[in-house]
């Protein structure tokens, strides 16, 4: 394939750090670049407090690897820029991914140590890949284990992401995906749903009731355009008020109404009376107003029917990286040699692990998790029906691509195979620990 023949969707191959184009031309000058080479993606923690960890992203690494294509004007602007020499720029210009990758599917729960992804070809084509898969993996597992937390708080009550204002444009879009599949329901973003098929919902802002001459001109101009069954939001002026004239506009029909400010808690209590007075006993009530999953779970008695996220989701919840690293674990012992471990020695936490591993969740007699293992060599017989990993790249070819909804439906499954104590949302360890057998 030639430089100038990248997907429909675009080069990824930019979206890199600079010292992977200068490890390359230094590998290519010793001879070490067509080495064959394991490199593993994990985190040696998981944030303060978090009892397990959530992978989403791994249907968009499959897109940037197989978008991993220099372009023309690329491999013109390197050269401009003297990041790499021409033995470089030529071993570039016909680069694509041949190898092999295997990791935890999109949806499931991980661990510390955790094998996410294991990533098996030459030193030179595997070695490049690193920032691109970090920077998706990271953010979108930030971002599902985040939104796992608050569905998880929701009990059931839909939740929806609305948190596009909030972040960069295309982190939005990413943030999206993984809130669905970590659960919640639905987004606003638009671009989300035309990319993946996330329902979409709205309504109405503040400023539509603003830019009315009275709440009831605004409540009856939404109505009629987007019929009974829309949602009101009801805390512009007075609230009690605003409630009384959204039944009156609509009747007891009417939909739902939404609540943005104020105490959440005691207000639902008031409008859910308020409105079964009126009639309005099937209309719901909706609460925003910058929620994470505490002031969710802190609202499980309420009777609120769904709740909106934004900013805390788009945010991680306080935590936007996983901190996840991508390392070489094995290498040939030499041009046709077998794959020998190798790892770095540090005396700070920075150590990692040699060999190429393979991961099974153990579970009890109840088929409840009680332990992830994690080994190198042969899979025990034992332990063979319960690996994690998956093939999803073989010799350069996508095989591992699925349905959203597949990923979305396996971290139900993951979740609930887990000990009751993994959604607590008090601070404590992770709720499985990590056997390592090497």
Known sequence: MDATSVPAAGSTALLTDRYELTMLQAAL???????????????????????????????RVLDAVESFRFTSAQL???????VVDEDTLRFLADYRFTGDIHGYPEGEAYFPGSPLLTVEGSFAEAVILETVILSILNHDSAIAAAASRMTSAAGGRPVI????????????????????VAGFGATSDLE???????????????????????ERDAFRAQIDSMGRGTTLLVDTFDLHEAVRTAVEVAGPELGAVRIDSGDLTLLAHRVRRQLDDLGATGTRIIVTSDLDEYAIAALAAAPVDGYGVGTSLV???????????????????GPD??????????????????????AARRPDADGVAEAEVVGTGPVPADLAPHVVQVPLVKAGEVVGREPLEAARERHLRARAALPLSA????????????????
Do not use: N
């Open 337 to 358: 040699g077998p794959l020998v471990p190798v790892a770095k020695r540090s005396a700070g936490a920075k150590s990692s692990v040699g060999g190429r591993k393979w």
């Open 192 to 214: 989300a749903g035309f990319t993946y098929g996330i329902p979409t919902t709205g309504t109405a802002a503040h400023a539509f009731t603003l830019v009315h001459d009275s």
């Open 423 to 438: 959604t607590q949302l008090s601070k404590g360890d992770p709720v499985l620990t990590t056997e390592l057998r090497v």
């Open 29 to 59: 000058r010793s001879g070490a670049a067509h080495r064959r080479s394991v490199f593993e993606v994990f985190t040696r923690r998981l944030p303060a407090g978090r009892r397990y960890g959530v992978v989403a992203g791994t249907g």
């Open 315 to 333: 945010t991680g919840s306080g935590h936007p990286t996983c901190a996840m690293v991508y390392k070489l674990v094995a290498r040939a012992a």
């Open 161 to 180: 992401e609305m948190g596009a204002r909030r972040a960069h444009e295309r982190a939005a879009v990413a943030a999206a995906r993984a809130a669905y």
């Open 76 to 82: 013109d602007w390197l050269a401009d820029q003297h």
